[in-house]
C-alpha cells in the first residue's frame, strides 16, 4: 500500500514508518522538523520525506490508501513553548489530514491520547470515559485540540462516510525520544546516566502505565487493518508512581543519582492506566515488553547518543 505519515521525523512517527516500510509499504513521510529529526528516519527507497508544515493544506500526488496523522509536539515542555503550534497540528493539522482521506479515499488513524481523560476521576480509563479537563489550562493547547481532532473525526465520517480511527495512545517511551524533550523517561534516564539528581515533580506519588514503543506501533498498525471507527486505548496496563519510575530507572542505569523532589506541574493528572478490555478483544492486543525491559532497550541506544 501506499501510506502517508505525518510526524514521521518524531518518536513514535519514524518507529510507524520503520514497522511499516518493513512490511514492504511505499511510505509518505511528513515532518516540519519541530520537535523531529530526519536522521530518526533515514532515507532509502520506497521511502519519501518531505519537509512540510501540515497545519496547511498537503498535497499528495498519485493513490493513497492510509494515512496515520501523528504530528504533533508531545511534551508537556512543548504545550509550555509551541502552545499555539501544538494546537494548529491536532486542529488544522487534522483538518488537513482528514481531507486528504477524503479526497483519496484512504483509511485514516488520528492520534490522539490519554490526555483527553485530563485528570481522570476514574481509574483505569475505558474509552467510554468523557474526562475531566480544564479548557484554559497549561496543557489545553494538547489535551483540548486533540479532543477537537477526535470530534471532526467522528464528524467527517458522520457527513462524509470517512473510513476513520481514532487511537488514545497513553504514555509511550523508547529510543530515539529526545534527551531535552522533557518528558519523564527520557528525562529520568538521561540525569541517571549523568549522575545527576533525578528531578521527580511533587510527590511523585502521582501515577502514568508506561508502555514501550513496539507494543504500540504494533497496536496501531492493527487497529489502522480493523476498519474499527470508535475511540481505542493503547499503552501498557502496568501501572506505576513516579517514584517507582525514577528507581526503575537507576536500577536499570546502576546510577548512584539521588532522587529530588522539584515544584509540581500545575493540572499535572494524579493516575492513569488505561482499560484495554476493548483493545485485546477487538485487536488480540497484549503489550508484551515490561518496563524493566523497555527502558533497558532503551537505554542502549541513549549511551550511544551521550558517547556522541
Ligand atoms: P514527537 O515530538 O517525537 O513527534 C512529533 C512529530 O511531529 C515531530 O517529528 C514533529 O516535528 C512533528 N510535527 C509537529 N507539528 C507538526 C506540523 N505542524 N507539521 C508537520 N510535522 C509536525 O512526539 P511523539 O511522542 O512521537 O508523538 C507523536 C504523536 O503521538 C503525537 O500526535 C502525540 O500527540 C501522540 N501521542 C504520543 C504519546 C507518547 O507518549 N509518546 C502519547 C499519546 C499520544
Ligand atoms: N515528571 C517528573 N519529572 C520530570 C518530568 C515529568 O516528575 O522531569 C512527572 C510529571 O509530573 C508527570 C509524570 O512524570 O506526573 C509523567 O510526565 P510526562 O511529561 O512524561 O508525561 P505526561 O505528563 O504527559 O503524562
Known amino acids: ?29 511528513m515532518d516540519n522538523l519541530s520537535t523531529g529529526r530526519w536522521d530518526n528516519l533515514p532515507a532509502r527507497p520506497g521511502l519519501t520525506r518531505l519537509t512540510v508544515d501540515v497545519a496547511n493544506p498537503i498535497y499528495v500526488e498519485g493513490k493513497v490508501d492510509r494515512i496515520f496523522h501523528f504530528a504533533s509536539p508531545a511534551s508537556p515542555r512543548d504545550f509550555a513553548r509551541v502552545p499555539v503550534a501544538v494546537a494548529a497540528a491536532n486542529s488544522l493539522g487534522a483538518w488537513n489530514a482528514l481531507h486528504l482521506a477524503k479526497e483519496k479515499g484512504a483509511r485514516i488513524v488520528m492520534a490522539s491520547t490519554s490526555e483527553v481523560y485530563g485528570d481522570p476521576l476514574v481509574s483505569p480509563q475505558p474509552e467510554s470515559y468523557w474526562g475531566n479537563t480544564n479548557p484554559v489550562g497549561p496543557r489545553s493547547c494538547y489535551d483540548e485540540s486533540k479532543r477537537f481532532s477526535e470530534a471532526l473525526t467522528r464528524a467527517f465520517a458522520l457527513q462524509y462516510g470517512s473510513d476513520a480511527g481514532i487511537v488514545r495512545i497513553f504514555n509511550t517511551y523508547g529510543p530515539r525520544m529526545r534527551r531535552d524533550d522533557g518528558r519523564a523517561v527520557p528525562t529520568f534516564l538521561d540525569h541517571a546516566l549523568r549522575r545527576e539528581p533525578i528531578p521527580v515533580q511533587g510527590d511523585g506519588l502521582q501515577t502514568r502505565s508506561f508502555a514501550y514503543v513496539a507494543d504500540v506501533v504494533a ?23 513516579i517514584l517507582e519510575l525514577a528507581e526503575a530507572v537507576i536500577q ?24 484495554l ?20 532497550a532503551t537505554l542502549s541506544q541513549r549511551e550511544g547518543q551521550l558517547a556522541s
Open 1 to 29: 500500500m501506499r501510506i502517508v505519515v505525518t510526524g514521521a521525523a518524531g518518536f513514535l512517527g519514524s518507529h510507524l514508518c520503520d514497522a511499516l516500510h518493513l512490511a514492504g509499504h511505499e511510505i509518505v513521510a
Open 277 to 296: 478490555t476493548l483493545a485485546r478483544r477487538l485487536l488480540g492486543y497484549e503489550p508484551r515488553i515490561g518496563l524493566r525491559e523497555g527502558l533497558a
Open 252 to 275: 536499570a542505569t546502576g546510577s548512584e543519582s539521588p532522587i529530588v523532589h522539584v515544584p509540581a506541574a500545575p493540572d499535572d493528572p494524579r493516575q492513569r492506566k488505561p482499560d
Open 219 to 241: 497496536g496501531v498498525i492493527a487497529l489502522m487493518e480493523s476498519g474499527y471507527a470508535s475511540p481505542l486505548n493503547l499503552g501498557n496496563d502496568e501501572e506505576v508512581t
